[in-house]
């Protein structure tokens, strides 16, 4: 069984930095692609970054250069370094692992199966 659990959201000024973690207790780090993924409010889900199994990294569009994620893998923790935060981005940030089929893209939401329960990012001036 796979238990995600996610920290280190809150609340920031535009332009600043948080550190999203992502405690993985069944080791589905060592196996799968892990990612994070996010939904605003009246928005769908979508993929922001995502780390496969292989150690490949692929960020959504929008926060390609201010976002980094990463893999502790002495610790089964999975981060999202997030720079430059901007006014679009508040959102509840989930973690999620285990790609489910190649047939769907990579950063799609309906494609993992184990979640964590969320970590609420906001951003105001």
């Known amino acids: 069984q796979v238990y995600l659990m996610e920290s280190g959201g809150g609340s920031v000024q535009p332009g600043g930095s948080l550190t999203l973690s992502c405690r993985d207790s069944?080791?589905?780090?060592?196996?799968?692609?892990m990612g994070w993924f996010r939904q605003g409010t009246a928005k769908e889900r979508e993929g922001v970054a995502l780390?496969?199994?292989?150690?490949?990294?692929f960020y959504e569009d929008s926060v390609k250069g201010r976002f980094i994620i990463s893999l502790d893998n002495a610790n089964n923790t999975l981060a999202l370094q997030m720079n430059g935060l901007k006014p679009e981005d508040p959102a509840l940030y989930y973690c999620?692992?285990?790609?489910?089929?190649?047939?769907?893209?990579?950063?799609?939401?309906?494609?993992?199966?184990?979640w964590g329960q969320g970590t609420q990012v906001s951003v105001s001036s």
């Open positions: 999620a692992a285990y790609r489910l089929t190649a047939t769907l893209p990579r950063l799609s939401p309906l494609n993992y199966k184990y």
């Open positions: 069944g080791n589905a780090s060592l196996k799968s692609a």
């Open positions: 780390r496969t199994g292989n150690g490949e990294l």
